[in-house]
Every structure is written in C-alpha cells, then in structure tokens.
C-alpha cells in the first residue's frame, strides 16, 4: 500500500513464509520509504491478527483498512476481524467482524459516500459494506459544486457551505483490487485556501506522476478528518484518441462525453476504440 499522506512511504503486511512457517500467516508488516537516503525495510507495529490473502483500502482520513484474509494457507482459519492502520502513529486498531470469510479472489474499493465495499472470495458471492468511524463523528461537510475535468496545474473551485471549517482536499483515485492487491488505489491531498464563505480555490496536481490521469474522488474533509459525499472529477488534459468504424457501424459517444476524435472508416467490425495519445 502506498501510504497516505505523501508518495513515498509503502507499506506491506501479512503474508507468509515459504522457508520458515510455509502453512501458518504472518501478523508482521513493515514499510520501506523511498524518499531516505538509502531505502530499506524496516518493521512497524505488528497486526492483531496474523493474515495471508488480506486486502487493504486507502481511506479519505489517509488511515488503512486492511480486511479478510486467513491464518493458514488452506483458508481453514479465517480472519473475520477487519484493522485500522494509522500512518500517523503506526498503531493498529481492531475493527468490526465481517459476516462472511474472504480472502484470495476477494475484491474491495472506497465508494463515494466513503464506505467500503468488499464482496467476492472463492466460492463466496456475496458482498457487504463497511462504514468506517469517521462517519459516526458528526455532521458531513457538502460539496455544492465541482468541475468535471481539471488539467495539470489548473486552478479550480469547489463550492461547500462548509467552507471555513475544510482542513483537507483530498483526490482518491478509483480501487481496482484482485488477488489481494490493489494497483489503482491513490491518495493525492491538494493544495487550496478559502475563496469566500461558500468557496475554496483548489489547485489539480501539476503532474501525472503525482496524479495518473483519469478520474478521482474529490473529498472535503474537516477538521475532525469527516469526509464528504465525493463527486468525481477527471485529472488529465483531454483525450486524442482514433475511432476505428467498421463499414456499417456509427460511432456514438456518451451523453456528456466530448472528445476530439479521428474516424478512421472502413475497418474491420471488430476493431475497437484505440487510445493514441
């Protein structure tokens, strides 16, 4: 896990030893920062639970929720109890039980509304949501407006009746989690001050190495680290891409979607959209 609040500090846990304990999981983890003159591993506060096949989602407060998993390679101990990770003070926290065991081809990702969604596992369909603390502290803050689309370095604002009492702004980039690993997850806290009563001037990461381009959350958070309702927002100038349309075929985009596009005609039917730039 990319750990919260900046790019260079990663966190991996759990797991198990191959050598040492090839059956039993491990309730160590360690983090490595890559900003250190010399980068090495080094270990943190253990979990409460040993886990292999957990997974872990980035939450709008920069804590991790790490879920599921089992305690022996054959998944007969199941991890039911979920724990909070806070980069801050490194400490672990117990957190409620999930009905259902999951572990290896489980699939979480934070939703807009700032829960956490995790469903799936070997033979198990089902899914549940989670809502973590930061949701039974008070009242949200609310976003009134926000732009569809910001470009590298732009300048953009953000309408909150909330807005003398925003400690944060936060983009959180869309989970895309599979065996036990999320690649997509992305904490990008932005730069922004108070515009007017019901206004803040927020400012887009200046490059994409900060910020992949795509869409993000865009979260409010307070002073007591509550996060709004995210309304999503792209990160990226626009797209140059080639639609490729078979000789009977008529492209047509979205409600809302604008592009500029070459039509490349008379291709074979099967040919699909093709990203050039």
Known sequence: VMLPPGQEKFLILGGHDVIKDPVWAQETAEIIDMSAPTPAWAY???????????????LPDGKVLVIGGS??????????????????????TVMDAQAEFREYHSSGVLLP???????????????????????????????????????????FTVGTPNAASIAKVVLMRRGASTHSVNMEQRYVELPFSVQDADTLAVTAPVEPNRAVPGYYM?????????PSIAPFIRIGDSLSIQVFAGPDQTITLPAGVAIDATVVANQPATTLWSVVS
């Open 44 to 58: 943190t506060t253990p979990m409460h639970y040993k886990r292999m096949f957990p997974g872990a989602v980035i």
């Open 71 to 92: 305690q022996d390679v054959d998944g007969e101990v199941p991890v039911l109890f979920s724990e909070m990770f806070d980069p801050a003070t490194q400490t672990w």
């Open 113 to 155: 509304d700032g829960r956490v969604f995790w469903g799936g596992s070997n033979c198990c369909p089902t899914a549940e949501f989670f809502s973590p603390p930061y949701l039974f502290k008070g009242p949200r803050p609310v976003v009134t407006s926000s732009p569809p689309v910001a470009g590298y370095g732009q300048a």
């Open 218 to 226: 865009l979260f409010l958070l307070d002073g007591a680290g509550i």
